[in-house]
C-alpha cells in the first residue's frame, strides 16, 4: 500500500509535468509576463527600432561607401598597372639603347 502512495505521488510530481511540456503546454517560464523580470534576471536589451526611412537611408550610405571604395580600388590598380608597363618600355628601351650601341 505504501509503495502504491509512492508511485502515485511521483508520478503525479514528475511524470505529469513532463507530459504536459512535451505535448506543447507552455512552461511557466514562457507563460508568465515578459514585462515582469525577477530581481536575478537581467532585462534583455532590445535594439532601438529604425524607422523604415532611417534603414533605407543607411542602405543607400553603404552602398555609396562601397562603391566609392571600390572605384579608388580600381584606380589603384590601373595605377599601379600602368606604372609596371611604363617601367617594362623604360626597361625595353635600355635594352634597345644598350644593344644598338
Request: hydrophobic letters at 25%.
Amino acid at each position: 500500500m505504501l509503495k502504491l502512495i509512492f508511485v502515485l505521488v511521483l508520478c503525479t510530481t514528475v511524470v505529469c509535468p513532463l507530459q504536459n511540456t512535451t505535448r506543447g503546454l507552455k512552461s511557466d517560464a514562457l507563460s508568465r509576463d515578459p514585462n515582469s523580470f525577477e530581481d536575478w534576471e537581467q532585462r534583455p536589451e532590445l535594439p532601438q527600432r529604425l524607422n523604415l526611412e532611417e534603414l533605407l537611408m543607411k542602405a543607400e550610405k553603404e552602398k555609396k561607401e562601397k562603391e566609392e571604395k571600390e572605384k579608388k580600388e580600381k584606380e589603384k590598380k590601373e595605377k599601379k598597372e600602368k606604372k609596371e608597363k611604363e617601367k617594362k618600355e623604360k626597361e625595353e628601351k635600355r635594352q634597345n639603347c644598350s644593344k644598338s650601341q
